[in-house]
């Protein structure tokens, strides 16, 4: 099956599957495993942020929406060479993909028929249900049934690991400039890793607020795990959050690597906050995962 993916997580969950030989297309941000953009054709494109500050970024979004602008660019040509049987696509978030509409639309015009799949999970156990959807459509749904077993396995292991202890106060930021609380999936992370989420909106979508009401919660942890940035720039990120937060401890953890991706790898940041909460009870991740800032 010739499959492409138009999303980060989902080109995750190809491989997850062994399907990597069958994927054909990918994004400009597919960079797990890095062989994806290296050696797949890229059909979405879009601006590069990686020079661009947090406030930057912002705004650039706003702008672009306030405008009707797209942020991204499917290369309908390239998708067209591609003859794909399957697209995997979403409609959770234009500021994190391309929605879905516009591919039926471009595939229409193409002359293309393509089975295209949505993935638009908000919950941590709807995630693990797309993996198995795109099993099934893939034509691996044993793979996918044994993938979500293991990673089921995983989530118990945490679970048991930090039953009966106490769940601190935890607030993870999704974005620090301005903040965004925690949202969709990500409040379900905390509370599989033994905490308790504050100030977040679990299942539905992350929203803007002030380091004040976030302050007032009173949490004894802030992690913090911005979309698009892995550790280092997450670190860097976090040391301007510390003063808000006193009386917390202040960690930085890889986001798109852990938390914000809808794939496979949410159960490592699962594991990854369960060992900031609960140290003597979950062992640390490997390097380049979590760091401690405050």
């Not at 941000?29 to 059909?43: G, L, M, N």
């Not at 929406?65 to 409609?91: F, N, S």
Request: one cysteine or more; hydrophobic letters at 45%.
């Amino acid at each position: 099956m010739r499959i492409v993916s138009l999303l980060p997580s989902a080109t995750e969950i190809v491989y997850a599957l062994g399907q990597g030989d069958d994927l054909v297309g990918v994004t400009f941000e597919c960079d797990e495993p890095a062989s994806a953009r290296r050696d797949k054709t890229v059909v979405v494109g879009g601006r590069d942020t990686s020079g661009m500050t947090p406030a930057d970024i912002d705004r650039y979004v706003k702008e672009q929406m306030a405008a009707g602008e797209d942020l991204y660019t499917l290369r309908a040509g390239a998708l067209a060479g591609l003859d794909p049987e399957l697209i995997l696509t979403q409609d959770l978030c234009c500021v994190c993909a391309l929605p879905s509409g516009q591919v039926e639309d471009a595939l229409g015009h193409l002359g293309c028929r393509s089975d295209v799949l949505s993935l638009d999970p908000y919950t941590l156990d709807q995630v693990l249900a797309t993996i198995l959807e795109v099993g099934a459509r893939a034509g691996v749904p044993e793979r996918s049934e044994s993938l979500v077993r293991t990673l089921r396995d995983r989530l118990a292991e945490v679970s048991a690991a930090v039953a009966d202890r106490e769940r601190p106060r935890v607030a993870l930021v999704e974005w620090v400039d301005p903040p965004f609380s925690a949202g969709h999936w990500v409040p379900d992370l905390v509370s599989a890793a033994g905490g308790e989420a504050v100030g977040a909106n679990p299942g539905v979508r992350s929203a803007e607020t002030t380091w004040d009401a976030l302050a007032a919660t009173a949490p004894d942890y802030v992690i913090v795990t911005p979309c698009g940035f892995h550790l280092d720039g997450a670190a860097e990120q976090a040391k301007r959050v510390t003063p808000h937060f006193p009386d917390a401890q202040v960690w930085a953890i890889d986001g798109d690597g852990l938390v914000v991706r809808p794939g496979p790898r949410l159960v490592d940041g699962v594991e990854a906050i369960a060992a900031i909460l609960h140290p003597d009870a979950v062992p640390a991740p490997g390097p380049a995962r979590i760091a401690r800032v405050a």
